[in-house]
């Protein structure tokens, strides 16, 4: 089956950049998406289609995707960034995602 | 404001049923996929089911396949996951979570605030 990876954990320091990284096999053939979860929220969609931003979300959010391994960077990273990120992408007919990345501010 | 709200969770025995139930609002309920993922205590998201929007096609987990059906109501704006044969592993919170098309096979837009399924004796 179908995997994404991602490293357990990222620690930046405030308005530092933060990356997480999320691979698989053939990821740059699948859009990838990016879902940030704070403690006890539900997850809310911070990148679509690899590079793309919701509105709403802030500028320093942005997405990236090569070869097998795409990459959310956090410009400018606040003490509200602290959360646990997960990458996602589909895989025929089942939606994968990422064991999740738990981004701490310090 | 686009909505979805859960319902139906609650405290059932191995091998129990629960159907669970997510109603949309502020938008056209039937132009978009929605999917149910779950989320077991302490762990990351893991994807359960999706229906399209026109509830014509639907796909599921390899872990849930053949105990855990999906299905739409267009008139109650409702989807619901009947959840059979439960296991002390199927422990998590659900969330329902929208795509932004009818034909659901990207990513989720909006998400639901989840409702709690326990399995246990």
């Known amino acids: 089956s179908y995997e994404l990876t991602q490293p357990p954990s990222v620690s930046v320091s405030p308005g530092q950049t933060a990356s997480i990284t999320c691979s698989g096999d053939?990821?740059?053939?699948?859009?990838v998406s990016w879902y940030q979860q704070k403690a006890g929220q539900s997850p809310v969609l911070v990148i679509y289609e690899d590079t793309k931003r919701p509105s709403g979300i802030p500028e320093r959010f942005s997405g990236s995707s090569s070869g097998n391994t795409a990459t959310l960077t956090l410009r400018g990273t606040q003490n509200m960034d602290e959360a646990d990120y997960f990458c996602q992408a589909w895989d025929r007919t089942s939606a994968i995602f990422g064991g999740g990345t738990k981004l701490t501010v310090l | 404001e686009v909505q979805l709200v859960e319902s139906g969770g609650g405290l059932v025995q191995p091998g129990g049923s629960l159907r669970l139930a997510c109603v949309g609002s502020g938008f056209f309920f039937s132009s978009y996929g929605i999917s149910w993922v779950r989320q077991a205590p302490g762990k990351g998201l893991e994807w359960v089911a999706v229906?399209?929007?026109?509830?014509?096609?639907?796909y599921s987990a390899d872990s849930v396949r053949g105990r855990f059906t999906i299905s739409r109501d267009k008139s109650r704006r409702t989807v619901y996951l009947q959840m059979d044969s439960l296991r002390a592993g199927d422990t998590a919170i659900y969330f329902c979570?929208?795509?932004?098309?009818?034909?659901?096979?990207?990513?989720?837009?909006?998400w639901g605030q989840g409702t709690q399924v326990t399995v246990s004796s």
């Open positions: 979570a929208r795509h932004p098309s009818v034909d659901a096979s990207n990513y989720f837009d909006f």
């Open positions: 053939e990821l740059g053939n699948k859009y």
């Open positions: 229906i399209s929007g026109t509830g014509g096609t639907s």
